[in-house]
């Protein structure tokens, strides 16, 4: 149980579209998802955290008109990088959280990440 | 300051070595803690959770001095499969800070 999934694995695009990622738990209700981004040898790092029905809250430094947040039910969130440019290149990794996970609602469930390359 | 802190090694051993990583946090009020395992180029995955009283799973101990705000993970008798980074990880008010990992290569 607890599983996290994420559309797509890895995607390239081009300067200046917008690339939209899904974040999906299969198996409970994500009452809370996190969106962290990771460049290489780093950490990963905070963006913003999404709950259900309500707006995200960006982390210092992340511009929200610029990463685009939705978490419109219980299973599903999104994340769009609008205008996208080579330095939004990075590993995107986003964590559920929630209600029939069968762990502790402190435990959070990864997915698999998606790597975004902008050209 | 950072929220979490770690060496960032690389801690490089031999199969059968016991090897120790430590981890510092800023907050004191940080309320749970957690040690997650990440290989290369893939997704974090929980290894365990860090208690006060201190806990173990198989070959792994984790321990969490709150009065120093610091946390360790101990590795017994080292494995091929145990080469990964390792986070250490801090809930503050549900948000998840993770430290910059700590690698480890076991070596044949």
């Known amino acids: 149980g607890a599983v996290v999934s994420q559309h797509p694995s890895w995607v390239i695009c081009k300067s200046g579209t917008s690339v939209k990622i899904e974040c999906r738990s299969l198996?409970?209700?994500?009452?809370?998802m996190f969106w962290y981004r990771q460049f290489p040898k780093q950490s990963l790092m905070l963006m913003a955290t999404?709950?259900?029905?309500?707006?995200?809250?960006?982390e210092q430094g992340v511009e929200k008109d610029k990463f685009l947040i939705n978490h419109a039910s219980l299973t599903l969130s999104t994340l769009t990088v609008t205008s996208a440019h080579p330095e939004d290149s990075s590993f995107y990794i986003c964590?559920?959280?929630?209600?029939?996970?069968?762990?502790?609602?402190?435990?959070?469930?990864f997915g698999p990440g998606t790597r975004l390359t902008v050209l | 300051r950072k929220e979490v802190e770690q060496d960032p090694g690389p801690f490089n051993v031999p199969e059968g070595a016991t090897v120790a990583f430590n981890c510092t946090y800023s907050?004191?009020?940080?309320?749970?803690f957690f040690w997650y395992r990440q290989d290369c180029r893939k997704e974090p995955k929980l290894l365990m959770s860090?208690?006060?009283s201190g806990n173990e799973d198989g070959r792994f101990t984790a321990q969490l001095n709150r009065a120093s705000q610091y946390i360790s993970l101990l590795i017994r008798d080292s494995k091929l499969s145990d080469s990964a980074t390792y986070l250490c990880?801090?809930?503050?008010?549900?948000?998840?800070?993770f430290g910059s990992g700590t690698k480890l290569n076991v070596k044949p």
């Open positions: 999404s709950n259900e029905g309500s707006k995200a809250t960006y």
């Open positions: 198996d409970f209700q994500a009452t809370t």
């Open positions: 990880v801090v809930n503050n008010f549900n948000k998840f800070y």
């Open positions: 860090v208690y006060s």
């Open positions: 964590s559920a959280r929630g209600i029939g996970s069968g762990k502790s609602y402190n435990e959070q469930f």
């Open positions: 907050n004191s009020a940080s309320q749970s």
